[in-house]
C-alpha cells in the first residue's frame, strides 16, 4: 500500500509568491487534514477533508491560503501571497476512519525569504 | 494553556533501560489518543493508539491512560538506540482536529 505522498518535499520562495502543495493520500482513506509545523512550535491542525468537502477549516491561518480536493482525491494547498510567516514544514496526512490514527506523508518545507 | 504538554526533553537513557513519555492534555472531552515518532526529517509515524483508561501494550511498547488525570504516558522497555527520535503526543476529541505536543526528544545511549 502506498503511503501519504506530497509535493514538493522543499520550497524556497520570495515573499509575495505564489506556492501550491500537493498531496496525496492513501487509496481509499475519505479523511485527508492538513497540519503544519512552524520551528520549535507544535503540529498545529489548519483543516480537515471529508471526501471533496472541507469539513473544518477553523486552522486556516488567513485568506491567503486556499485548500482543494477536487474530486475527493489529491489535495492542494495555495499560499498567495507567501509571507515570511508562512515557513514551516506543511503535513498532509489522511485517515480511513473518522477520529482513526492518522497517517503522514513527509512533509513540504517552505522557506519563505 | 496549550491543549497539549509534552516536557520537551531531552530524555536520555542507557540502552536497555525503560523510557518513560509522558503527556498532558486539557479537554477533558477528548476520546481518542496516539504517540508518534518522528525521526528528524521524517514525517510522524505512529506507534501507539489508545482509546480507554488503562494500559495498552504492543511489544516494546505500553501505553497508559488516565482520563481522570487527563494524562498519557508511554513507556518504551529494553530501549535500543533506534528508539532515539521525537515523540509526539496527538489528542482528539471529535475527529476533526488532532492536538499535537511539542514533543519530547529521547536518546537511547549505547
Known amino acids: 500500500e502506498a503511503g501519504v505522498t506530497q509535493f514538493p518535499s522543499h520550497s524556497v520562495i520570495e515573499k509575495g509568491q505564489t506556492v501550491t502543495l500537493r498531496c496525496d493520500p492513501i487509496?481509499?482513506?475519505?479523511?485527508l487534514y492538513w497540519y503544519r509545523r512552524v520551528m520549535g512550535k507544535e503540529i498545529k491542525f489548519l483543516l480537515h477533508?471529508?471526501?471533496?468537502?472541507?469539513?473544518?477549516e477553523s486552522g486556516m491561518p488567513n485568506n491567503r491560503f486556499l485548500a482543494e480536493r477536487t474530486g475527493g482525491t489529491y489535495s492542494t494547498l495555495k499560499v498567495q501571497p507567501a509571507e515570511l510567516e508562512d515557513s514551516g514544514v506543511y503535513f498532509c496526512?489522511?485517515?480511513?476512519?473518522?477520529?482513526?490514527?492518522?497517517?503522514f506523508g513527509n512533509g513540504t518545507r517552505l522557506t519563505v525569504t | 494553556q496549550k491543549e497539549v504538554e509534552q516536557n520537551s526533553g531531552p530524555l536520555s537513557v542507557p540502552e536497555g533501560a525503560i523510557a518513560s513519555l509522558n503527556c498532558t492534555y486539557s479537554d477533558r472531552g477528548s476520546q481518542s489518543f496516539f504517540w508518534y515518532r518522528q525521526y528528524s526529517g521524517k514525517s510522524p509515524e505512529l506507534i501507539m493508539s489508545i482509546y480507554s483508561n488503562g494500559d495498552k501494550e504492543d511489544g516494546r511498547f505500553t501505553a497508559q491512560l488516565n482520563k481522570a488525570s487527563q494524562y498519557v504516558s508511554l513507556l518504551i522497555r529494553d530501549s535500543q538506540p533506534s528508539d532515539s527520535a521525537t515523540y509526539l503526543c496527538?489528542?482528539?476529541?471529535?475527529?476533526?482536529?488532532?492536538?499535537f505536543g511539542t514533543g519530547t526528544s529521547l536518546t537511547v545511549i549505547p
Open positions: 496526512a489522511s485517515s480511513q476512519v473518522w477520529d482513526g490514527p492518522l497517517h
Open positions: 487509496s481509499g482513506h475519505d479523511n
Open positions: 496527538a489528542v482528539s476529541n471529535t475527529g476533526n482536529q488532532f492536538y
Open positions: 477533508f471529508v471526501k471533496e468537502s472541507k469539513q473544518d
